[in-house]
């Protein structure tokens, strides 16, 4: 099968979540024998595999440029299918109609509560902006979504029938992932091997729950001398940083920053506890749960939300939590601390869980079979 892979807003080369997912599924589409040609916003200089990937990019076109783009690329090499990742894929359906290929639709996230969040507010798409939606996703054969949550709001807010819509949830690269001593990832990092440290890896957003466990730290340092090592960046970091200073911990506390994506599963091997509690707000797929049991390390994460983090209980890969309660958050924390053997075998399990069904060669292969291959 041949695929043309609209990624019109992605950057191949970022190390942010639309990146690496897209990245990922080509690379596993290519390596089960698929072709795909690629639109992407820019980068991905590196995908290029023989004759299975081709890359172009879109930086700087409107979308009628968009449009010609795509429709050219369709003209040359006939795909089967039109894969667009986007809630409005507005590009991907007039091509479609053009050239009488099939699309089918990525959905990832829902990007107008999204961006309400991180603004402090609340909303969600305008009225205009649902009906036109609505109008673009029913004329698509088929959605992906990578979570029950989002399968739902597209059903309830855009009314799309429910034959027409795939739960397919993020994958994880298992060869990059991988367990890792704890005493080599800290001797390679220049992290003592005595501290308890509880971790998380991913973009600082406020929807990734990180302020809770800067709250929860005091709480844990009651029976633990555990600090917090946070591995990434983003718009919410100096918030982050003056609350640790306003809760007294930030010696307690170490803000990494932005690290090379190769270098994540070393921090994430130097973890006693990963975390991933998250409030209640936004439906997803976290990329960062699958890459924390991937690697072999206890989670903490959110019971009772609209993430997919039942995999963790799935798995037995470590405890769900209640997000608003410090108490249950910091005790659930603590009783992993005091047991290294519980944390080792959660460590295992959720190795095996995520070998059997968190690959991205599982997440392609379904792509696959969605799109009629």
């Not at 991933?276 to 390390?297: N, Q």
């Not at 993430?307 to 209980?313: A, G, N, P």
Request: hydrophobic share 40%.
């Amino acid at each position: 099968m041949r695929f043309l892979f609209l990624a019109l807003d992605v950057d191949l080369d970022r190390l942010a979540g639309d990146a690496i997912h897209v990245r990922a599924l080509v690379r596993n589409l290519a390596a089960l024998g698929h072709a795909v040609d690629v639109l992407a916003e820019s980068g991905g200089n590196d995908l290029g595999v023989g004759e299975r990937i081709r890359i172009e990019r879109a930086a700087g076109e409107g979308t009628r440029r968009q449009v010609t783009h795509a429709l050219r690329i369709a003209q040359d090499v006939r795909p089967e299918v039109i894969y667009e990742r986007r809630l409005t894929p507005k590009v991907g359906l007039a091509v479609s109609r053009l050239s009488n290929i099939p699309l089918l639709v990525e959905v990832n996230g829902l990007p107008d509560e999204e961006r309400a969040i991180q603004e402090g507010r609340t909303g969600g798409p305008s009225p205009l902006r649902r009906w036109a939606r609505r109008r673009i996703l029913r004329r698509a054969r088929s959605i992906v979504t990578v979570s029950e949550g989002i399968r739902r709001t597209l059903r309830d807010v855009y009314r799309i029938e429910d034959s027409r819509l795939h739960v397919i949830p993020n994958g994880v690269d298992l060869e990059r992932f991988r367990p890792m001593d704890q005493g080599a990832a800290r001797n390679q990092l220049g992290i003592s091997a005595s501290v308890k440290i509880l971790g998380f890896a991913g973009r600082l957003t406020p929807w990734q729950g990180v302020d809770v466990l800067l709250r929860a730290l005091p709480l844990v340092r009651r029976e633990h001398d555990a600090v917090a090592l946070i591995v990434g960046d983003g718009p919410d970091r100096s918030r982050l940083e003056a609350m640790a200073a306003s809760l007294g911990i930030q010696d307690h506390v170490r803000f990494v920053g932005a690290v090379p994506h190769s270098l994540v599963p070393t921090y994430i091997g130097a973890f006693d506890v990963a975390f991933s509690v998250k409030p209640p707000l936004i439906p997803g797929s976290p990329l960062k749960v699958r890459e924390y049991i991937a690697c072999g390390r206890p989670v903490v994460a959110s019971a009772g939300t609209e993430y997919d983090f039942h995999i963790v209980e799935e798995a037995g890969a470590g405890v769900l939590v209640d997000p608003g309660s410090l108490e249950s958050i910091a005790d659930a924390t603590a009783s992993l601390l005091a047991d290294a053997g519980r944390r080792a075998e959660m460590g295992r399990r959720g190795r095996d869980y995520a070998e059997r069904y968190c690959s991205w060669t599982v997440t392609a292969r379904r792509v696959v079979e969605v799109c009629g291959g």
